[in-house]
Structure formats: structure tokens, C-alpha cells
């Protein structure tokens, strides 16, 4: 009671100012979640620890915070001293008090009709600076909120959404910049990554992932192919403050599923590019999937880690390395100083290609590619992994992710012609696996399935899996007391034992799970939240 009566004369003063110091020490106080992934590092590993393997099944729903959209809710929220952020769908920031799911204020966006991303009016959550959040936006606006009482402080159109761009991930706060990259793929933009100043909105620096004319790569699109090439950004990158780079994962090229328009390797498309923090120049750049014609965008969190590794003598040293788990199947290991790659193993069942050459570029698979008839791909168009955050715990060593097993797609091409503002695909997809949108449309014994599958990153090779009976949008938390939180498109909410894959409790929430769960603590006392169907759950130990 004390606590509410405080909450409700004083909210203001409980708007802690976070600098970037702050979020670069994030270890230091775990009982904070002020990034995306949790630390720029994006490993979604969390050190509280009062919740553990032995007393994790008396764990208790404590509230709800239900959605007004019926929109998709995949935002991860960030938990600042007490109070908690998150964004409602398409693009209301709320502001509630994280151990009683009390709501401060609400700042409600209403986007312009020219909004048209893919697949569906949706957010994946904020950064936030000072007293300040930040918000992309589905017509492709970076907005600038008052943290203490929900008031707009700046508008920064950012591109036009008329043309297919958008914005739906987490922006990224390094020092003075706050970094958003453009959705928009399958409509033919031309994708970029771009640093605003925190306090103006102004633009810094513009990187674009489909490089002009006399940018290097460039030749790598035939003809005008660059001027619709896709390559977007949909998905929160990484940061390491000693090499001051900052990772990010881009998408498709375009036309998706024929890429005959796009004759090349199509750069930046389906790659990692690592870019100076302060300039936006590209210092090294790894493409995991040369000319791709399956929609395996590469989008997924890079995943910074210092790990032991061989050298070429055979002895092992400290390295800095990226690990990043490919919607194409493959499991990599990068240097994250250099791009140099290191490793690449299936973790699920892959045909279209056959292993690397020498330079760590993929051999492709003779005839594995879309056709008017259709080909059989393994993983299909939804891939092995997509969007959802994978986690890495330094506990065990290992890596954990969200995988789409044992599925294909039959993938059909189709002549194609660009128009502004219109879907630009080049054919269709036939998924072997159900959308989840049509009730008709239900597995078979021997269709796909969804699992969290834990990778030993030194070798590639899975350590132990979880399957459920249904495929999964749900992103991976990982916590000191060697726990794993995820869930499925079956409603279940799941905690797992991390060094085996045990299930110790579950929960049903009545909605997919389709967002990274997190960890806060308030008062001392370790919650879990995570966001499924329409509505925010937050959980705690029994009192």
C-alpha cells in the first residue's frame, strides 16, 4: 500500500535518467532491462538468479496488462527502477509500474493509412536514453517520447511510407545516436541503416545496404537491380564498445523467390555488415546467403561473445567472436573484429547447399532452386529461425535457439515487374508447416515442428532439444540459476533446465507466444514477462 501511495503522488520522480554508461554496465544491475536483447552484447542472458531449477515451479502469475490492438504483440519491454515499457500495437508506448502492472501513461501514434508493412501492424519494442524513449514506426517515423510523462519531443520522418518502407524493430542507442534500419523488403525499397542525434532527430550518418553507383559492391546488382534491391533491417543489432562496431543482419533481396531481375551476389542482401558506431562506414561485411532466391533473410540478433578458439597452431586464445544461429539453417561463428569466418554447421535439416569453400562461402546445391513446377527446399520460406532472439549463457557455454525442424517449402517463380508501393515477389512459396492463420490448416505426423535447441558453439554440434507438437515464434531468456524461458504457437509458456533441456514448468497463456521473454527485479523480488496473443503476463515466486 505504501508503495502504490508513493507510486501515485511521486511517479515522476522514479523516471531515472539512463545514460549510455548505464546500458553499457548493464551486468551491473540486473535488475534492469534497458536495451533490447537485454546488453548490447544481445546474448538475453540475465544474472538475477532468485528464481531457480528447484523452486521455479511455484512461480505465480502476479498481473496482466491487456492490449486494446488485436494485433500481433511482439515487443520485448524495457524495465527501468521500477517502471516498465512497453509498446501496444502498431504504436502506443505505455508506461506501467512493473510490479503491479499499474499503467502511468499511454503516448498513442496514429500512423498515416500509406502504412503497409508485410506482415502485420506490429512493434518489437523501444530504447531508451536519459529521460527519453524511442520508437520506430510502421509508416516509417523515428519518434522521440518523454519517458516521465508520455509527451512527443520530436517526429523525424525517416522514409516513405507510400513506398513500402517501415520501421517495427527496437531502435539501438550508441553514445549520442540512436540507430534504425528500414523494413520494406518485399516491396522493393532500397534498405538502409541510419544513426539519429538523440537530442534533435537529426540524421547523422545513412548507410545503405544496397550499395549505388561507385559503392563498393555495387557490381554485384546487374543493371538498375540495386534501385529495388530489398535488403532490409527488421531486427535490433549488436554492439561492442572496444571496436566501437555496431552489428546488424539484413534481409532478402528483391524481387524474393526469382532472382533473374538481380543477376549477382546481390551486397549487402542476407548478410552481417559491421559498421562504425560514430561514421556508418562499413568496416567488414559476411554474406550468408549469395543471390537468395528462398527468403531466408538474415535478420536474426548477432550474438557477441568471447570465447576461446583455436588459432591456426591449434592453440586456444580469447576471441572475439559473433555466433548467429541463420534463418538458412546454419549455425556460424564469426570474428567480430574482422568478419573472418570460423565455422558453419546445420542445426537443422539443409539441401540447398553443400558445405563452404575455402573463404567461408556457401558451394550451392545443384538444381535447388525456385522453378514455374516448384523445388523442395529444406528449411522452408519461414526458415530454421527468423526474427525471434536466441540467447547464450557464459554458465554453460551454450548457445540457445528457437528452430523450425524437419520443414520445407516448395518454392515456385513467376515473371515479375516492379511497381512503387506494390509487392514485388517474383512467385510463391507452398510451406509444409501450418501459418497459424487458417484453421484448416493443420499439421501431419510427418510435417515440422517446432523446438529450442541448445548448440555447442566451439563444435556446431546440438547438445540436447526441446520439441513441442507445434512450430515457435518465441524468443530465449536465459538466466544465471541455469534457466531457459520460452514458449510456442501452442499458448504454453515454458522454463527449462539449461544444461539439459528438462521442462520444469509450464504455464498456458491463451495466446502464441511470439516475443523474447525478459527479467526484472523490483523491491528484491526477480519477475519474468513475457507477451503473448494480445496481452502482457508477468510472473513471480509465490510470497
Known sequence: MKRAIL????????????????????????????????????????????????????L???????????????????????????????????????????????????????????CGHINRGLAILGNVLFMGTIDAHLLAVDAKNGHLLWDTPVAKAESGYALTHAPLVVKDKVIVGTAGGEFGIRGFLAAYDVRTGKEIWRFYTVPGPGEPGHETWGGDSWKTGGASVWVTGSYDPELNLTYWG????????????????????????????????????????????????SVQVPVLADLEWPDRTGQKKVRKLMLWANRNGIFYVLDRATGQFLSGKPFVEVNWMNGFDEKGRPIRAAGKIPTEDGTAIYPGSEGATNWYSPAYSPR????????????ASTFFRIPVTYTEGRVYAGGWPKSYVPDGRAAENLREENEGFGAVRAIDPLTGQRRWEFKMNDVTDAGILATASDLLFSGGREGYFYALDARNGALLWKATLGGVIASGPMTYSVDGRQYVSVAAGHSLFSFALKK
Open 7 to 58: 507510486l501515485s503522488l511521486c511517479a515522476s520522480s522514479l523516471f531515472a535518467q539512463v545514460t549510455f554508461e548505464r546500458i553499457l554496465g548493464a551486468d551491473k544491475e540486473p535488475q534492469n532491462w534497458m536495451t533490447y536483447s537485454g546488453t548490447t552484447f544481445s546474448g538475453r542472458y540475465s544474472l538475477l538468479s532468485q528464481i531457480t531449477p528447484k523452486n521455479v515451479k511455484d
Open 250 to 297: 539484413t534481409g532478402n533481396p528483391g524481387p524474393d523467390w526469382n532472382g533473374d531481375p538481380r543477376p549477382g551476389d546481390n551486397l549487402y542482401s542476407d548478410s552481417v555488415v559491421a559498421l562504425d558506431a560514430d561514421t556508418g562506414k562499413l568496416k567488414w561485411y559476411y554474406q550468408f546467403s549469395p543471390h537468395d532466391e528462398f527468403d531466408h533473410d
Open 60 to 118: 505465480e502469475l502476479q498481473w496482466i496488462y491487456q492490449a486494446s490492438s488485436l494485433e500481433k504483440f511482439e515487443a520485448t519491454s524495457l524495465v527501468v527502477d521500477g517502471i516498465l515499457y512497453t509498446v501496444q500495437p502498431p504504436n502506443d508506448i505505455v508506461a506501467l509500474d512493473a510490479a503491479t502492472g499499474r499503467t502511468f501513461w499511454t503516448y498513442t501514434y496514429k500512423p498515416s493509412p500509406d502504412a503497409r508493412p508485410c
Open 396 to 407: 554453460t557455454g551454450l548457445f540457445y535457439v528457437s528452430a523450425w525442424a524437419a520443414y
